[in-house]
Every structure is written in structure tokens, then in C-alpha cells.
């Protein structure tokens, strides 16, 4: 069964520190891997999507890596602004199964402090 | 806009007492879902739905019934709900062959 785990459980960060956020799987048959934002009172927002075939997608200051073969994908945010504090969930959807197997870490909190 | 919805956002209750939580989507989305999520234990899939009249059982489906008789909709059924059913439920839609799911705002039930 696919475990998907994020270190660290939380994190506080001055703004304006780069940061990066870690998330391993322990299934490497992957089809793709999702990082999501949830803000409290909200639902979850996606943020940045990989396939299995890619290796890193951008989008802003945001910028997403995955290494299939090692089982890890990075989240690395630039120059952190307050407005990113919130809980970072990366997802893995496996090869077999369709969305229905999605398998949802537990999630980085991350505060940045003014 | 395009969106789910989710009512009631917030409820309070009594064990035993039947409550439904309705999701709502305006996306046409073929593929619906329920979480719940719980301090460490991450989003866990209650039930799913592939597509109208067709639903099956995700990974903690005990003490939950769904029904999707429209497309739009997926309501999550507690007919007698227990205080381990109090969580944050979240339910989410997707576009079939799409990649992106879309989350509703959350729904916190809390069961006394």
C-alpha cells in the first residue's frame, strides 16, 4: 500500500527565507504527484501538478521536483511572503486505479513570520 | 463560478442522530469523492463516485452511506452518527481523464 509521508510536520520561516518542502512516497509507480494549499476554513487548492514523465514543474515562486526512482518530490518556495502560511498536502495518484487511489500525506505547516 | 459546495459548513451533534452533509458540484464532473480528515491521519477516502448510480467504498466507509442520483450532487449520509465520526469531511469533484481535483470548502462535524 502506497505510505506517503512530508517532513517536517511544521515550519516557521522569516519572510523572505527560500524554503523547501519534502515529501516522500514509498510506491515509485506513480502517474502523478499533486501539491495542494489548505488554508484553515478552506478547502485544499492545487498548486502545482507533475506527471510521472516529468521532473520539475514552476509556477510563480513556486517550483516542484520529483524524482520517481527515489520515491521523493520537493516543494522549494522563493522569497517567502506571510500570505504562504498555510498547509502544504502532496498527493500521489498510482499508475493502476484512476483518482480514486490517491494517497494524501499529512501535510507541512508552514508559518512565515512578517 | 465554478465550484463545490458544501452545507453545512459547520454542525454540531448528537450521537445517533441522522445528518447529511450535501456536496454540490456546477463542473458536470463525472468523478465525486468524500474525505474526512483527522489530526495526524491526513485525508482518508470515506466514498467515491465514478459516475451517476455508481459508487463504492474508499478506505473508512463504516458508519457513512452516499448516493448519487444526480450528477451534480453526492450527499454523505451519517444514520447514526458516533462521536469518532467528529472530523473535518471534505468532498471533491474531477473531470474525467482530467488531473486536477477541486475541493470544497470542508464541512466540521462534531458529534457529542
Known amino acids: 500500500k502506497q505510505e506517503v509521508t512530508q517532513i517536517p510536520a511544521a515550519l516557521s520561516v522569516p519572510e523572505g527565507e527560500n524554503l523547501v518542502l519534502n515529501c516522500s512516497f514509498t510506491d515509485s509507480a506513480i502517474y502523478n504527484l499533486q501539491w495542494f494549499r489548505q488554508d484553515p476554513g478552506k478547502g485544499l487548492t492545487s498548486l502545482l501538478l507533475i506527471q510521472s514523465s516529468q521532473r520539475e514543474q514552476t509556477s510563480g515562486r513556486l517550483n516542484a521536483s520529483l524524482d520517481k526512482s527515489s520515491g521523493r518530490s520537493t516543494l522549494y518556495i522563493a522569497a517567502s511572503q506571510p500570505g504562504d502560511s498555510a498547509t502544504y498536502l502532496c498527493a500521489v495518484r498510482p499508475n493502476s486505479g484512476g483518482y480514486q487511489k490517491v494517497t494524501f500525506g499529512i501535510g507541512t505547516k508552514l508559518q512565515v513570520i512578517p | ?112
Open chain 2, 1 to 112: 463560478e465554478a465550484q463545490v459546495t458544501q452545507n453545512p459548513r459547520y454542525l454540531i451533534t448528537v450521537t445517533g442522530k441522522k445528518l447529511t452533509v450535501t456536496c454540490s458540484q456546477n463542473m458536470n464532473h463525472e468523478y465525486m469523492s468524500w474525505y474526512r480528515q483527522d489530526p495526524g491521519l491526513g485525508l482518508r477516502q470515506i466514498y467515491y463516485s465514478m459516475n451517476v448510480e455508481v459508487t463504492d467504498k474508499g478506505d473508512v466507509p463504516e458508519g457513512y452511506k452516499v448516493s448519487r442520483k444526480e450528477k451534480r450532487n453526492f450527499p454523505l449520509i451519517l444514520e447514526s452518527p458516533s462521536p469518532n465520526q467528529t472530523s473535518l469531511y471534505f468532498c471533491a469533484s474531477l473531470r474525467a481523464g482530467a488531473n486536477v481535483l477541486t475541493f470544497g470548502a470542508g464541512s466540521r462535524l462534531t458529534v457529542l
